[in-house]
């Protein structure tokens, strides 16, 4: 079992930053993809980016890249989600997630959730 735990969010004007963290306990020995989705109200879960066990490979969905970054502290077992840029369709509940093996997009393949916090974005 894998535990996740977040922090972060909040409210900021368009055009500022945020900092995600997820921390990871449980069974996390072996290789643990982690990827970041987002819901809005009344919108469908949809894909943020993920990040490899070895945090060399990171991957956006198009709506973030080049504002987004994903980064990962093997260390702490903690990864990070800095949003930079931010605008107010941005605004919705983040969740970071785990899986066992390779990078996915799609959020039923991720097996462990996080609990999920607010990121609002005011105009």
């Known amino acids: 079992q894998v535990q996740l735990v977040q922090s972060g969010g909040g409210l900021v004007q368009a055009g500022g930053s945020l900092r995600l963290s997820c921390a990871a306990s449980g069974r996390t020995a072996s290789s643990i993809t982690m990827g970041w989705f987002r819901q809005a109200p009344g919108q469908e879960r949809a894909y943020v980016g993920s990040i490899t066990t070895s945090g060399l490979t990171t991957d956006y969905a198009d709506s973030v890249k080049g504002r987004f970054t994903i980064s990962r502290d093997n260390a702490k077992n903690t990864v990070f989600l800095q949003m930079n840029g931010l605008k107010p369709e941005d605004t919705a509940v983040y969740y970071c997630?785990?899986?066992?093996?390779?990078?996915?997009?799609?959020?039923?393949?991720?097996?462990?959730w996080g609990q999920g916090t607010q990121v609002t974005v005011s105009s």
């Open positions: 997630a785990a899986k066992f093996g390779p990078v996915h997009a799609v959020p039923v393949l991720y097996d462990y």
